[in-house]
C-alpha cells in the first residue's frame, strides 16, 4: 500500500517527511509543474513515478522509459524519486543522467524506448520543478493522458507490480551529439553567439554549433543553477538584451539563445534586434518551402498573421494551419497533418522528416537557421528579416491569475468578443473580421490587428499578444482594447512585462 497524496502538508513536521504532497494544479494540460516544497515533495514525485508506470501498463506500452533531468539543484533528487515510483510499477528505467529535454527525446529512438520522463521545470524560475513525459514518440502526454494521470496519482489507484530495473547509460551526450552533427559543414563562414543563461544547454550547445563550422562566442554557457544574470529563457527581454549586448560587441552574424532545459531557440540578429520566433519561423518556412513548394505549417494561434499573408508563402504553395498553444498540441497536430514543421510564438519549433524526428529541439532549430542562413551568402539576417512584409507585434505578455480562476476569466472572455461579433460591435472602432476559439480568443478586426487571450497552460498566468499588420499605434489600441476587457475581472493581475 502506498497513502494517498495530500494536497497540502505543513513542512518540517512527521508527516511532510512520511506522507507523499501533490497540489492537483500541477497537472497541467500536457506536462507536470509543481513549486518543490510547496505543492510536491520528494514522496508526492515517488506517487507521480507510481502514477506513470501504471498509466504506462495502462496504455498497453511496454513499461521501458528514459529518464533525464535539467541542471538546477535539485533536479536529480527529483528524479530519483521519481526513478523510485517507476520502479516500484515494474518499469525498466534507461537514466542518461544530465541533458536538455530533446536528448531525452532523442533517446527514445536511439535506445528503442517508447516512453520518457524529463524532469524539468522548462523556463520556469528556480523553485519550480515539473516532469514532460510521452508513451508514443514523438508525441508527449495531451490532456487526455494527464487527466487520466492526475486520477491514478491523486486517488492512489496505483498498480506496483515490482520488478523494476535501473541502468544508467553512461556518455549518452556523446551520441546526441553526434548524430546531430553528422552532416556537412556549414559553407559559409558564421559568427555566432550562442547564450545558455547559465543553463543546462551550455553544457551541450556550444560543441554542436562548432562542429558545423561556426565561430562561437560563448554567453553565459558555464553551468550555474543559480541563473545568477537571468533566468534562461530567450523570450524574456533581459536575456534577449544581453544576446544584443553581445552580438554588438563581437561583430557576429547572429545570436542564438537557448531556454533552461534546451528545447527552444531565440534569435538577434546582426544589428541585434531580437526577431520574435514566430516571425523566425516565417523566415524558415519560406527558406524550406522554396526546397519543399505546398508545404503544410501548424502555427499556434500566439503567432504572426504573415503565415497567411506572406506573398512568398503564398507564391510557394504553403498551407498554414493555426492551432493550440502548447508544445504537445503542436507536436501532435504537427505528426497528424504531416506538416513539414510546426512553429510555435514561443521558440518550440517541430521538424518533421527531413529536418528532424518531430519533436522539438533548440539544436536543429538552430542548425535549421544557420542552413537558411548558408542558403543565402550574400544576406545578413537583419536583411532575411527586413525582407518580410512589416507588421507590429508584441512581446508575449502575461497578466497574473490563479490556476484555479484562469480558465473560467478566460471563458468569460471568449463569450465577450463573441457576444460582440453577434451584435455587430465594433473593436477599436472598426468590425470583427474573424475570431479563433481553438486556444483562447483571437480577435481580428477589418485591417488585419489582433489580439489573444488564453490561459497559461504552464504557470498561474494569462496570456496576451496583439500584431498589426498597419502600425505600431494600431497594435497598442488593440491591446488597450483587449486589456480594457480583462481588467473587468478582478482575479486578473499585474503583468510580467508590456509594450
Same mark, same amino acid.
Given at each position: 500500500?502506498?497513502?494517498?497524496?495530500?494536497?497540502?502538508?505543513?513542512?518540517?513536521?512527521?508527516?511532510?517527511?512520511?506522507?507523499?504532497?501533490?497540489?492537483?494544479?500541477?497537472?497541467?494540460?500536457?506536462?507536470?509543474?509543481?513549486?518543490?516544497?510547496?505543492?510536491?515533495?520528494?514522496?508526492?514525485?515517488?506517487?507521480?513515478?507510481?502514477?506513470?508506470?501504471?498509466?504506462?501498463?495502462?496504455?498497453?506500452?511496454?513499461?521501458?522509459?528514459?529518464?533525464?533531468?535539467?541542471?538546477?539543484?535539485?533536479?536529480?533528487?527529483?528524479?530519483?524519486?521519481?526513478?523510485?515510483?517507476?520502479?516500484?510499477?515494474?518499469?525498466?528505467?534507461?537514466?542518461?543522467?544530465?541533458?536538455?529535454?530533446?536528448?531525452?527525446?532523442?533517446?527514445?529512438?536511439?535506445?528503442?524506448?517508447?516512453?520518457?520522463?524529463?524532469?524539468?521545470?522548462?523556463?520556469?524560475?528556480?523553485?519550480?520543478?515539473?516532469?514532460?513525459?510521452?508513451?508514443?514518440?514523438?508525441?508527449?502526454?495531451?490532456?487526455?493522458?494527464?487527466?487520466?494521470?492526475?486520477?491514478?496519482?491523486?486517488?492512489?489507484?496505483?498498480?506496483?507490480?515490482?520488478?523494476?530495473?535501473?541502468?544508467?547509460?553512461?556518455?549518452?551526450?556523446?551520441?546526441?551529439?553526434?548524430?546531430?552533427?553528422?552532416?556537412?559543414?556549414?559553407?559559409?563562414?558564421?559568427?555566432?553567439?550562442?547564450?545558455?543563461?547559465?543553463?543546462?544547454?551550455?553544457?551541450?550547445?556550444?560543441?554542436?554549433?562548432?562542429?558545423?563550422?561556426?565561430?562561437?562566442?560563448?554567453?553565459?554557457?558555464?553551468?550555474?543553477?543559480?541563473?545568477?544574470?537571468?533566468?534562461?529563457?530567450?523570450?524574456?527581454?533581459?536575456?534577449? +538584451?544581453?544576446?544584443?549586448?553581445?552580438?554588438?560587441?563581437?561583430?557576429?552574424?547572429?545570436?542564438?539563445?537557448?531556454?533552461?532545459?534546451?528545447?527552444?531557440?531565440?534569435?538577434?540578429?546582426?544589428?541585434?534586434?531580437?526577431?520574435?520566433?514566430?516571425?523566425?519561423?516565417?523566415?524558415?518556412?519560406?527558406?524550406?518551402?522554396?526546397?519543399?513548394?505546398?508545404?503544410?505549417?501548424?502555427?499556434?494561434?500566439?503567432?504572426?498573421?504573415?503565415?497567411?499573408?506572406?506573398?512568398?508563402?503564398?507564391?510557394?504553395?504553403?498551407?498554414?494551419?493555426?492551432?493550440?498553444?502548447? +508544445?504537445?498540441?503542436?507536436?501532435?497536430?504537427?505528426?497528424?497533418?504531416?506538416?513539414?514543421?510546426?512553429?510555435?510564438?514561443?521558440?518550440?519549433?517541430?521538424?518533421?522528416?527531413?529536418?528532424?524526428?518531430?519533436?522539438?529541439?533548440?539544436?536543429?532549430?538552430?542548425?535549421?537557421?544557420?542552413?537558411?542562413?548558408?542558403?543565402?551568402?550574400?544576406?545578413?539576417?537583419?536583411?532575411?528579416?527586413?525582407?518580410?512584409?512589416?507588421?507590429?507585434?508584441?512581446?508575449?505578455?502575461?497578466?497574473?491569475?490563479?490556476?484555479?480562476?484562469?480558465?473560467?476569466?478566460?471563458?468569460?472572455?471568449?463569450?465577450?468578443?463573441?457576444?460582440?461579433?453577434?451584435?455587430?460591435?465594433?473593436?477599436?472602432?472598426?468590425?470583427?473580421?474573424?475570431?479563433?476559439?481553438?486556444?483562447?480568443?483571437?480577435?481580428?478586426?477589418?485591417?488585419?490587428?489582433?489580439?489573444?487571450?488564453?490561459?497559461?497552460?504552464?504557470?498561474?498566468?494569462?496570456?496576451?499578444?496583439?500584431?498589426?499588420?498597419?502600425?505600431?499605434?494600431?497594435?497598442?489600441?488593440?491591446?488597450?482594447?483587449?486589456?480594457?476587457?480583462?481588467?473587468?475581472?478582478?482575479?486578473?493581475?499585474?503583468?510580467?512585462?508590456?509594450?
Amino acid at each position: 500500500m502506498f497513502p494517498r497524496p495530500k494536497p497540502a502538508l505543513v513542512p518540517n513536521t512527521y508527516a511532510y517527511e512520511s506522507e507523499p504532497m501533490v497540489k492537483p494544479t500541477g497537472f497541467r494540460e500536457y506536462d507536470a509543474r509543481w513549486l518543490l516544497g510547496k505543492e510536491i515533495n520528494l514522496m508526492g514525485m515517488q506517487a507521480l513515478g507510481m502514477g506513470l508506470g501504471t498509466l504506462i501498463r495502462e496504455l498497453g506500452v511496454k513499461p521501458e522509459i528514459v529518464t533525464a533531468h535539467d541542471f538546477r539543484g535539485y533536479s536529480a533528487s527529483v528524479k530519483m524519486a521519481l526513478v523510485n515510483g517507476l520502479l516500484a510499477a515494474g518499469c525498466k528505467v534507461h537514466d542518461i543522467g544530465l541533458a536538455v529535454t530533446p536528448m531525452a527525446y532523442f533517446a527514445q529512438f536511439d535506445l528503442d524506448v517508447s516512453c520518457v520522463a524529463m524532469v524539468t521545470a522548462s523556463h520556469n524560475d528556480n523553485g519550480w520543478t515539473g516532469v514532460k513525459m510521452g508513451a508514443n514518440r514523438p508525441l508527449t502526454f495531451g490532456p487526455d493522458e494527464m487527466t487520466r494521470l492526475k486520477d491514478i496519482v491523486l486517488n492512489a489507484k496505483f498498480d506496483l507490480k515490482g520488478g523494476g530495473s535501473y541502468a544508467f547509460v553512461e556518455n549518452f551526450p556523446a551520441r546526441y551529439i553526434a548524430d546531430l552533427t553528422k552532416r556537412p559543414k556549414l559553407k559559409r563562414k558564421l559568427k555566432v553567439v550562442c547564450a545558455c543563461g547559465n543553463g543546462t544547454a551550455g553544457a551541450f550547445s556550444p560543441q554542436v554549433l562548432e562542429a558545423i563550422g561556426c565561430e562561437v562566442v560563448r554567453l553565459d554557457c558555464e553551468l550555474d543553477h543559480t541563473f545568477p544574470k537571468y533566468n534562461p529563457n530567450p523570450e524574456d527581454m533581459e536575456m534577449l +538584451h544581453a544576446m544584443r549586448d553581445e552580438v554588438l560587441r563581437t561583430k557576429a552574424d547572429v545570436g542564438l539563445g537557448f531556454d533552461g532545459d534546451g528545447d527552444r531557440c531565440g534569435v538577434v540578429d546582426d544589428t541585434g534586434e531580437e526577431i520574435f520566433a514566430d516571425k523566425v519561423g516565417v523566415m524558415l518556412a519560406r527558406d524550406m518551402s522554396a526546397l519543399y513548394p505546398n508545404a503544410t505549417f501548424v502555427v499556434d494561434v500566439k503567432s504572426t498573421g504573415l503565415y497567411v499573408t506572406d506573398p512568398v508563402l503564398i507564391k510557394n504553395g504553403v498551407k498554414a494551419d493555426y492551432w493550440k498553444t502548447g +508544445h504537445s498540441y503542436m507536436k501532435r497536430r504537427t505528426h497528424e497533418l504531416g506538416a513539414l514543421a510546426g512553429f510555435e510564438k514561443s521558440g518550440h519549433y517541430f521538424f518533421n522528416k527531413p529536418f528532424g524526428r518531430g519533436y522539438d529541439d533548440g539544436l536543429v532549430s538552430a542548425l535549421a537557421i544557420c542552413d537558411m542562413m548558408d542558403r543565402n551568402p550574400g544576406k545578413k539576417m537583419s536583411e532575411l528579416k527586413d525582407a518580410l512584409p512589416k507588421t507590429w507585434g508584441s512581446p508575449t505578455m502575461s497578466p497574473h491569475c490563479d490556476d484555479e480562476k484562469k480558465y473560467g476569466v478566460v471563458e468569460a472572455v471568449v463569450k465577450h468578443f463573441e457576444t460582440a461579433k453577434l451584435k455587430g460591435e465594433k473593436v477599436m472602432g472598426q468590425p470583427i473580421r474573424d475570431l479563433v476559439t481553438v486556444n483562447g480568443v483571437r480577435v481580428t478586426v477589418a485591417d488585419g490587428t489582433w489580439g489573444l487571450v488564453r490561459a497559461s497552460s504552464n504557470k498561474p498566468e494569462l496570456v496576451v499578444v496583439v500584431e498589426s499588420p498597419v502600425s505600431e499605434a494600431r497594435m497598442r489600441e488593440m491591446f488597450k482594447a483587449v486589456d480594457g476587457v480583462l481588467r473587468t475581472h478582478k482575479d486578473v493581475g499585474e503583468y510580467n512585462q508590456t509594450i
